[in-house]
């Protein structure tokens, strides 16, 4: 990763260039994509010239016809080539088993953010939660990347995303996570993937959605078995709902990426977005994210009845402690 360095112990992520060497080649060979009108919606009254950033992000995602530039050139960008739940590399087993048990706690070889990019990701966090608050929680949930800036240029409240906040969300969202110690697989590949809302139901009293098919038929399976003992925690979450989530434990964290990863996925990582989701017992509250779960009627109900496939079961290998509410479809 660009922009790492080791200061009094501790590992920063400083500033990476202005422009990506990807972003430079497809800027090079595509001129439609680099180049546009001010745009108004977006206060942009100098008239300067400036990559049309979304249209840029989609033809990453989609690969930029004419050119031969597809997915895999975002693997070289990355450092590495995507991965499947690797092993923690240059520690002992001990030692990380440690972590993840400790995984709320600040340690040695964990990454932190710059103060500067620090500070770009407190306002980057502000303006999502803003976003949320303006069209409600429920609709949040399925906002895709796109949304959220239109949103952003729309509402006076929110103020469009600086480019500096721009420059920080495609980081989070393309660098591998594994720099910072998350070993997860990646399900979402592209900043612009939408949630297909025929594909979605909304769960009542819940303010959550989960997809049609297996995840909507789990869900209705335990619910039969548990009443209403079972309540729905988190659903579906697009793009936008998991970045306003990780930044906001980064920023919990002091900057430590690799504290805010081993409690929740970085955007793009997470299964909520195609097929998981969290359930609870009634009247548990927050206790419901924590370990203590375990000693509710509800878990021990959903382990008797083998429903419980977990995502991430104890002593993981994927950089992420355990979670015992976090149920797993296979899709």
């Not at 929110?158 to 990646?186: C, N, Q, R």
Request: aromatic share 10%; with cysteine; hydrophobic share 35%.
């Amino acid at each position: 990763m660009q922009g790492l360095e080791i200061r009094d112990g501790m590992t920063f992520l400083g500033n990476l260039p202005q422009r990506h060497p990807l972003q430079t080649r497809v800027t090079q060979n595509n001129a439609d994509l680099t180049q546009s009108a001010p745009d108004s919606s977006s206060g942009d009254s100098t008239g300067a010239k400036k990559m049309k950033r979304r249209d840029f992000i989609k033809a990453i995602g989609l690969g930029v016809a004419g050119n031969c530039l597809t997915t895999p050139a975002f693997a070289g960008y990355s450092r590495r080539p995507p991965v499947i739940a690797p092993k923690p590399r240059n520690e002992q087993v001990s030692t990380y088993l440690r972590k993840m048990r400790e995984f709320d706690r600040d340690h040695s070889t964990d990454v932190f953010l710059s103060q500067k990019k620090f500070r770009i990701l407190t306002s980057t966090k502000r303006r999502l939660e803003k976003i949320q608050s303006t069209i409600g929680h429920a609709n949040f949930h399925l906002l895709d990347f796109d949304d959220a800036l239109k949103a952003a240029n729309r509402f006076s409240d929110v103020g469009s995303f600086l480019p500096e906040e721009l420059d920080l969300l495609e980081m989070v969202f393309y660098e591998s996570a594994t720099e910072y110690g998350f070993y997860g697989e990646k399900p979402i590949k592209n900043l612009t993937d939408r949630i297909p809302k025929r594909e979605v139901v909304k769960i009542p009293g819940s303010g959550n959605f989960l997809y049609k098919g297996l995840p909507l038929r789990t869900y209705y399976s335990v619910k039969k078995e548990l009443g209403d003992k079972i309540v729905l925690t988190s659903g579906v979450r697009g793009v936008s709902k998991q970045f306003m989530l990780f930044l906001r434990k980064t920023y919990e964290s002091g900057g430590n990426l690799s504290r805010a990863s081993r409690s929740l996925a970085p955007p793009g990582y997470s299964f909520h977005g195609i097929s998981d989701f969290d359930v609870g017992q009634k009247g548990f509250g927050a206790a419901n994210f924590t370990s203590r779960f375990i000693t509710t009627d509800v878990y021990k109900r959903l382990v008797e009845l083998g429903y419980l496939q977990l995502r991430y079961p104890r002593d993981n290998l994927l950089g992420v402690r355990f979670e015992p509410w976090h149920i797993k479809v296979n899709t």
